[in-house]
């Protein structure tokens, strides 16, 4: 079963910062995802802990063929344009494992239904 | 009515980049909320147009008296900690109207559920 599911491991990726609470913000965010999730985690592109690279090497030792990337980033900027296509080509070629970059969450229908309710309820 | 609806007006926050793909991206993601909510406008931070001081400028010629900035940031770091507060007491002062900073709205409950539905939509 080459493309089985439990074959492929997803990695939330957000930004990274010096600041705790920013990570700590991301977790909670992921929070529903990862627990329903199993084969999903969270990392970093710079700056917090665990790091893309550890997370992709992770998934190696796990026995993933596969990692799809999901970029919990609103817009598409340099970021998602050069430096993360530029890291997944190193670390897929490092660690033997394919790597698929997906369009960021800020991308999704879902996320402009959900910042609309957002905003309802903020100004009621 | 000093606290009348019509008299706050809701600014939605991002970050800005020098790619014009970024705005787009974030006009789409704030489409439904602007159709829904007149008194809503989208602005950013720095490197996209409008900017946010070009928005509080209109707010206040608008008659406005007060403007709530709901960031369309993901998690608090130091633009939100320091640089945008900064940005608020300047324009404040320079426009003669009351601003008040929300928290991001990555760390608002329904967007971790929105999150997860993606994400369950997204592995399927």
Chains 1, 2 share one sequence.
Not at 42 to 54: C, D, I, T, V
Request: negative net charge.
């Amino acid at each position: 079963m080459a493309n089985s599911k439990s074959e492929v491991k997803t990695i939330l990726l957000a930004h990274g910062s010096s600041d705790i609470e920013w990570s700590n913000t991301f977790f909670r965010l992921c929070g529903p995802s990862l627990d329903a999730h199993q084969n999903a985690s969270l990392a970093f592109m710079e700056l917090s802990e665990p790091s893309l690279e550890e997370e992709i090497a992770l998934a190696k030792q796990q026995g993933y063929q596969k990692v799809l990337v999901l970029p919990l980033f609103l817009a598409k900027g340099r970021h998602l344009k050069k430096d993360v296509p530029g890291m997944l080509e190193r670390y897929s070629e490092a660690y033997t494992i394919e790597t698929e970059l997906l369009p960021p969450f800020g991308e999704h229908p879902k996320l402009a239904e959900a910042l609309n309710n957002i905003i309802t309820e903020t100004l009621e």
